[in-house]
């Protein structure tokens, strides 16, 4: 595994250092800590990572502990994550989570993985995130970019996100963990994109089922 992640690694800085994930982002500022990576999380589905960090920015200048954000009027809070999909949706969300860790949780994000998962709106993927990202607990959390890069690679056979997980999980060396979502999901927004891949300057492709079959004679 350390090959692939050191060769991923090494192809993208040889066109230039990657941009950092949104999530990645937040872990760095550290703003408002595990909450703001929580909400962020969940304002990231089907959103670009550049639009996700000018919002949680923007929402959490004005609304800084889950106090402040599960008081918010709902149409305050549309008009600031409005350029985000689903925005109608994810400001409802937000607002119940915020007021769920405020009144449960005593303003503090629970870093048990079957607790997280019972926030409204909070899946494998978003939990896994929060636990990578906020705790720096490992996980692998599996998004279309992880999905799609472990299965070219042969590294898993499936069909579904979820399968992939728990596929990764059996394979791969827990002390990896805490790498696979970053590197993966930088691989897969700079290099080993859904179309028309970038396959020739890749330094793992001999280790990819997808670059063999593509090139089979």
């Known amino acids: 595994m350390k090959k692939i992640l050191d060769g991923m690694i090494e192809t993208m800085n040889s066109v230039g250092p990657p941009r950092m994930t949104a999530l990645n982002e937040l872990h760095e500022a550290e703003t408002e800590g595990p ?5 962020g999380t969940i304002l990231s589905a089907r959103t670009k990572d ?17 106090k402040a954000l599960a008081k918010a009027k709902v149409r305050d809070v549309e008009k600031l994550i409005k350029s985000i999909g689903f925005y109608h949706v994810k400001t409802k969300r937000i607002i119940q ?18 607790k997280l998962i019972e926030l409204p709106g909070v899946g494998r993927k978003t939990a ?9 607990t490992p996980a692998i959390p599996v998004d279309t970019h992880v999905h799609r890069i472990s299965n070219r690679l042969g590294l898993v056979d499936t069909k579904m996100p979820e399968e992939t997980e728990m596929e990764l999980r059996k394979k791969i060396p827990k002390k990896y963990w805490l790498q696979i979502n970053d590197t993966f999901v930088m691989y897969g927004q700079n290099i080993c994109k859904p179309i028309s891949p970038m396959c020739d300057i890749c330094k793992i492709k001999t280790k990819c089922n997808y670059y063999k079959s593509k090139n089979a004679s």
């Open 35 to 39: 909450f703001s990576i929580l909400i």
């Open 50 to 66: 550049e639009n996700t960090t000018k919002v949680v920015k923007k929402l959490f200048s004005r609304y800084k502990t889950p």
């Open 97 to 114: 989570v915020a007021s769920i860790i405020d009144s449960q949780y005593k303003g503090k994000v629970p870093e048990n993985f079957e």
């Open 128 to 136: 896994n995130c929060v636990l990578v990202y906020a705790f720096d």
